[in-house]
């Protein structure tokens, strides 16, 4: 199965810039190569349903953000290594949340909507 490590979370100001990266193993229960797999990043924030704030195609070429984050973040993969990353730049309060890596469900779907594998989760604190 999958395994999904998420790296560099903490605590900056407002402001600030972080960078999330997350590790994956590289084949998936299937049996299919991380490469396979459409990657998004999700956070949740207490009281707050999750938001897919950002995805990437399995080449890279293609990548969607949620609104909230346009703009201010980046994700890139490197598929040589098996990691996906997350820029965030000017970040906000309410960018406060545990942040998820996950690897879509290989349905084709753009931009994904169902994700499969999951990492545990990095928090990420915005200071005001």
């Known amino acids: 199965q999958v395994q999904l490590v998420e790296f560099g979370g903490g605590l900056v100001q407002a402001g600030g810039s972080l960078r999330l990266s997350c590790a994956a193993s590289?084949?998936?229960?299937?049996?299919?190569?991380?490469?396979?797999?459409?990657m998004g990043w999700i956070r949740q924030a207490p009281g707050k349903e999750r938001e897919r704030v950002a995805a990437?195609?399995?080449?890279?070429?293609?990548?969607s953000y949620a609104d909230s984050v346009k703009g201010r973040f980046t994700i890139s993969r490197d598929n040589a290594k098996n990691t996906v990353y997350l820029q965030m730049n000017s970040l906000k309060p309410e960018d406060t949340a545990v942040y998820y890596c996950?690897?879509?469900?290989?349905?084709?779907?753009?931009?994904?909507?169902?994700?499969?594998?999951w990492g545990q989760g990095t928090q990420v604190t915005v200071s005001s």
């Open positions: 996950a690897a879509d469900d290989l349905s084709g779907r753009w931009p994904p909507v169902s994700f499969n594998y």
């Open positions: 590289e084949r998936t229960a299937s049996g299919r190569t991380f490469n396979s797999h459409a």
């Open positions: 990437i195609s399995w080449s890279g070429d293609r990548s």
